[in-house]
DNA sequence: TATGAATGAGTTTTCATTCAT
DNA sequence: GATGAATGAAAACTCATTCAT
């Protein structure tokens, strides 16, 4: 007898939910302060149902951070047009873009943080992670290229502004550890346009 | 029965060579991961040897974090003058010598990525590094100004850019996993001055 | 609505596959680590269903002990007539018998040798088969006393060696672990018959 | 700073306590019903001191099984003589001797009689039961074709008369299962001696 | 001061059993 | 009757900390 529409719409649901849960407490309290029955209680699960949805705490930990990676995170960080017709235009707006994310994603990017501070400690969550790293990279250096050729930007290496653009956002994200930030957040796209050599 | 100097000499020695197990261990592996008998056998010392030196493992964490940043940490990165004659080579020369910090001092920082990260579970040895790095900000606030004063470097919002400078700092440091990037940080400068607007 | 007699011979098919699955399981992993779900897999339904036949984990195990020895294992124990004509052949004949039931039913053997063997575990299983060995027991007395008085048998304690007997089989089947007694079969009934003191 | 003489005493007690009554634990109620918290309270010690002289439950199982084996059970049924000068005396004796310890060593044969019913779930202390019950049997084998050869025994095949001679010691301890037994050992070397094929 | 045995709270995980669909 | 999600009791094991020697 399969399960009937309704219950399996109710157990997306309530795996959503233990998820969420679990991001903000991995992220707040990390891997290990983070115990299962944490995160049943802030779920209003059982902490058996846990288990129910994930194998283990491991796999909950690697879902917390692939999941929001996959579906969201690449997804906004990505969406940039490295052929726009005005690249002035494109990359203000994708700075405003990637620094709003970075300010709106702040749990997740806690996450992330700790993923790559203890990249030893988390092999598998940490490779998605690098490889969407050099994915994002690729396609910044595509935009940035770009917009030397057309005299937008000043020449410079593009690999490294790159890399140095990515460090800035994951750096700020660090050095700003509370709301407070959002309340500057508007000017923070001043110095990460002046990253990739404007033109004056 | 006092101590005689050369058996004082051997536990300060001892004392040290527990923490910097520590460190190691605790930047590595995390906090819970980080057990007093893996610090205890690091260091070839007895595990009750630990709790004659620190208290307890809060504790231990507590000068991990703190001891370094008090003793090298905060005097090599505060080692510039902003009242320097020829403040381009000042700056240039504080350039080089922060990142070669920041790279140095790999292991250390990756400790302070995760108190940073975490700072609501270890909310002391957060406090200092916070205040440090107010500290850190007021004296790039001031070698910024007077460098924009002197026209040195263009006009800027000093608060700003001094800030995304130490984000910056902290954000390549976690970019760059491993050893790669001590090929590379001679580049690492270029974004680093470009960040605080240089004349050209 | 009662149920046809098609579902009703299905449903008997399917209480069978799960006791037989359950046999075998309870017999080479024990009572613990014989979970529900393995017994569910191996009998290719869900595990509630093992719960629809049986009231619990105590009574599949009960059940798994008692019906074989009830249905097939008493039975071919039994099958000897201490009142037959030509003793010596009988006898020789229900030795025949019994190390050919004693090998065929290894895997039952193993669960009854752990019943036995932790009988205060397991009460009812083993009152079971406590019963059991005294009926056998008796029935051997009979053909025992029968073939000393006809001068088949040597004189010995009848009770004795009747006991000695059922011990002998036990006991082979515990000291011969795996197939290979299937070859040796032929042999063992050697020093089962020199148990009961033939004459010469 | 090494323990005392006092202190390591005190420990190998401790140790022996926890294993005794882990055997009587392990014997009476199998592998898995045995917890490490039954065992720490029959041998009244805390939970956790089990785990400072035993690495974990597998290898406290492991030392349950062997260390008898090795100390006392080895030692003893292999104390006899297949070159003494009267064989009949010896052998009576060595029977005597064997079926005595598989009297008094109940405890500890329930535990074996488990391990060899369930060799594939206890594959490492098995085999230690497996290597002695060769060693056993050759010696077996020796005696008995020295006193067939003396015409002490009748001819047989030595090997199969050895083990079924062992699977009959085994075989009883099964059968027998409480103390009752005791009353009425003196008789079992009746059927023991039988199994040998005695000259009359 | 140095050592490491002793302790037990706390964690992950398993699994029998219940019960809604 | 069949299914499998939900539950929580119970188990092994870890580890910070205490304290006797």
């Excluded at 937008?152 to 653009?165: G, I, K, Q």
């Amino acid at each position: 007898m399969p399960l009937s529409d309704k219950q399996i719409k109710a157990m997306e649901q309530k795996r959503e939910k233990i998820l969420q849960q679990a991001i903000i407490l991995f992220a707040e309290q990390g891997y290990e302060s983070t115990t299962i029955a944490k995160v049943a209680k802030a779920s209003g699960v059982s902490f058996g149902s846990v288990f129910t949805y994930f194998e283990n705490k491991d796999q909950l930990f690697y879902h917390a951070v692939t999941e929001p990676l996959n579906t969201v995170f690449k997804v906004d960080l990505l969406d940039f047009d490295p052929e726009a017709e005005d690249l002035l235009a494109e990359i203000k707006s994708m700075i405003d873009n990637h620094i709003r994310i970075f300010i709106e994603m702040r749990t997740y990017l806690q996450l992330v943080v700790q993923v790559i501070g203890q990249h030893t400690k988390f092999p598998e969550p940490f490779k998605e992670l690098d490889d969407f790293s050099i994915e994002f990279i690729q396609k910044l250096i595509l935009i940035i290229t770009n917009a030397q050729r057309r005299c937008v930007l000043e020449d410079s290496d593009a690999d490294l502004t790159a890399t140095a653009y990515l460090g800035f956002l994951l750096g700020i994200r660090l050095t700003f550890t509370d709301y407070a930030v959002s309340r500057i957040w508007e000017k923070l796209k001043i110095p990460a346009f002046q990253l990739l050599y404007p033109k004056r």
